[in-house]
């Protein structure tokens, strides 16, 4: 029997299983700040809110999915838009009665510094950052931090924290009991915590699975847009390898014809309204000799199962088999995986 090669241990590695600490962490400052609800409230009320713009770039963008359906499905009129897109393209986004909620793990992505700094905004801003005295912070009408702790290079611990305060920040929005928004977000820490303390044989059940894989797609609908999106991010940041996250829906237009037994496909099995067309595409890619998983409960492989989760939560859960399959194949590669080579944590350049 061939030897399975340990994951290398390194920071992106640490910084995964400080992963529940650090939800922990948001979650409890996020309840700690007793005047939040009513600043952001009176924020919206004093500009007499008529559209928000939801905006941030890579995992910072994806991770604002599910608070974008939240709130369009309570009537709110809401827009996602790369922030690169919009200071370019669409800045007539940014009206007074416009209320921009901005994400950056570091506060300082050009894209940020710039849309905050060249006069761009000109209604109020919500922050939601990891890093105080950022521009991100320093720039906000009213800021959430996250409370992440330092994060050395792929995104991870700063994501789930960004996920949390998102969460947080839709059930004010929508006025919905804190308290439930706190346990339903502990439960989601011990979940976390559960699934990464099974990390060395996740890791090691994945290394057959990679065998022979030249392609890996990981797909999803609805919330789970948030995990393929970021996952395809990550996977390529942190194994330097060939990767594409996109809608369940979207992969039947043109890459559905690369399936083979040369590509891995990560399937989300998403929330109930749209499980059974995920499910339909991932026996579609195994009848086409793909390897194929699905992530969510009723996965068949321990290391893509997730348990049962509230819909605007499953992307704190989902994108775990991602973090494990980046490791695996970083050890399958012979390297450690999320050491950049050529990029840095903070985009300095627009």
């Not at 999915?65 to 940014?94: K, N």
């Amino acid at each position: 029997m061939p030897t399975i090669p340990s994951v290398i241990e390194g920071a992106y590695l640490r910084d995964i299983l400080e992963q529940p600490a650090a939800m922990r962490r948001t979650a409890q400052a996020l309840a700690a700040a007793p005047f939040l609800t009513a600043d952001v409230l009176s924020l919206c009320s004093k500009h007499e809110i008529e559209r928000i713009v939801l905006t941030g770039m890579g995992s910072s963008f994806h991770a604002l999915h599910p608070l974008h359906i939240r709130l369009t499905l309570a009537g709110h009129f809401s827009t996602m838009v790369e922030t690169s897109e919009a200071i370019h393209y669409l800045p007539d986004l940014f009206s007074k009665n416009t209320l921009t909620v901005a994400v950056s793990q570091s506060g300082e992505s050009a894209e940020i510094v710039r849309l905050l700094c060249d006069d761009y905004l000109k209604g109020p801003v919500i922050g939601i950052t990891n890093t105080p005295n950022s521009t991100l912070a320093k720039s906000s009408s009213l800021t959430l931090l996250t409370e992440a702790g330092p994060e050395s290079t792929v995104s991870c611990k700063t994501y789930l924290a960004s996920l949390e305060a998102l969460h947080w920040l839709g059930a004010i929005f929508l006025n919905e009991k804190l308290t439930l928004t706190q346990k339903h977000l502990d439960g989601a820490a011990t979940a976390v915590e559960t699934y990464l303390g099974q990390l060395k044989a996740h890791t090691a059940s994945l290394h057959n699975a990679l065998e022979g894989i030249e392609q890996i797609f990981i797909t999803g609908r609805g919330y789970s847009l948030a995990t393929a999106g970021t996952g395809g991010l990550i996977m390529k940041e942190s194994t330097r390898s060939s990767s594409e996250g996109m809608s369940s829906a979207a992969f039947r237009h043109g890459p559905l014809e690369m399936l083979s037994k040369r590509v891995l496909a990560c399937i989300c099995q998403g929330d109930p309204k749209t499980a059974s067309l995920n499910q339909r595409l991932l026996t579609e890619a195994s009848n086409a000799q793909a390897r194929a998983f699905l992530i969510g409960p009723c996965s068949d492989h321990p290391a893509f199962q997730i348990p049962d989760t509230p819909a605007p939560l499953l992307p704190i859960l989902e994108i775990l088999p991602v973090q494990m399959l980046s490791l695996a194949l970083a050890a399958r590669l012979g390297f450690e995986a999320g050491n950049f080579a050529l990029a840095s944590k903070i985009t300095a350049t627009e």
